[in-house]
Nanobody, 119 residues
């Protein structure tokens, strides 16, 4: 099993910023610290979408709607991934889930953290 523990969500005004953190752990049989990690989000009535991902070497991908506003990073020594979210918009409101996959290619998500952007 792989455990993903998220923190950092909350309520913010449009144009504001938030930083999400996710610490990964697990048995050596499951958790592979060099696997990619990322962040998904799911808004009410919508499908879960991949927001950003990062490899252990630092290669990143972003969904078009957050490019230039969100930055994903990771600390390999701490098995932690971050999502810095700037210039937040109401449409960024969603539950954000940390993601990675195990040595057996099983997907794992965290428990989710609510991000609400509202005036």
């Amino acid at each position: 099993q792989v455990q993903l523990v998220e923190s950092g969500g909350g309520l913010v005004h449009p144009g504001g910023s938030l930083r999400l953190s996710c610490a990964a752990s697990g048995s050596t049989f499951s958790f592979n610290p060099i696997n990619p990690m990322g962040w998904y989000r799911q808004a009410p009535g919508k499908e879960r979408e991949l927001v950003a991902s990062i490899t252990s070497g630092g290669i990143t991908t972003y969904v078009d709607s957050v490019k230039g506003r969100f930055t994903i990073s990771r600390d390999n020594a701490k098995n932690t991934v971050y999502l810095q979210m700037n210039s937040l918009k109401p449409e960024d409101t969603a539950v954000y889930y940390c993601w990675t996959y195990s040595r057996t290619l099983q997907n794992f998500w965290g428990q989710g953290t609510q991000v609400t952007v509202s005036s």
